[in-house]
């Protein structure tokens, strides 16, 4: 299983990035997905996350400005954030709670990371 950020990029203070992360591989079955964030000097944090029935939690710092979704039939999901703060730098992990087949346990994955810069 690999999971495939993409998205990050540079913007404004006030702008908006959508970010991706598709799931591959051997799949039966996909629970909770997540984004985490890490700046510099700063412990990894939950940013999102969504449950397999599209219940969603955010941390209280992009409470308001961030959305996450999934597409199940595409195994993806998607964080549209927008008002983007300067605070909101930092690399961007994905994870997805993944089951690989019928009897399998289910294993968490991660994405390699996209960077998230807002700046003037």
């Given at each position: 299983v690999q999971l495939q950020?993409?998205?990050g990029g540079l913007v404004q203070p006030g702008g908006s990035l959508r970010l991706s992360c598709a799931a591959s591989g051997s799949?039966?079955?996909?629970?909770?997905?997540?984004?985490?964030?890490?700046?510099?000097?700063?412990?990894?944090?939950l940013v999102a996350a969504i449950s397999s029935g599209?219940?969603?939690?955010?941390?209280?710092?992009?409470?308001?400005?961030?959305?996450?979704?999934?597409?199940?039939?595409?195994?993806?999901?998607?964080?549209?954030?927008?008002?983007?703060?300067?605070?909101?730098?930092a690399v961007y992990y994905c994870n997805t709670d993944i089951r690989e087949g019928p009897q399998s346990q289910v294993f968490r994955y991660w994405g390699q990371g996209t960077q998230v810069t807002v700046s003037s």
């Open positions: 950020a993409s998205g799949i039966f079955s996909i629970n909770a997905m997540g984004w985490y964030r890490q700046a510099p000097g700063k412990e990894r944090e599209g219940s969603t939690t955010y941390g209280d710092s992009v409470k308001g400005r961030f959305t996450i979704s999934r597409d199940n039939a595409k195994n993806t999901e998607y964080l549209q954030m927008n008002s983007l703060k300067p605070e909101d730098t």
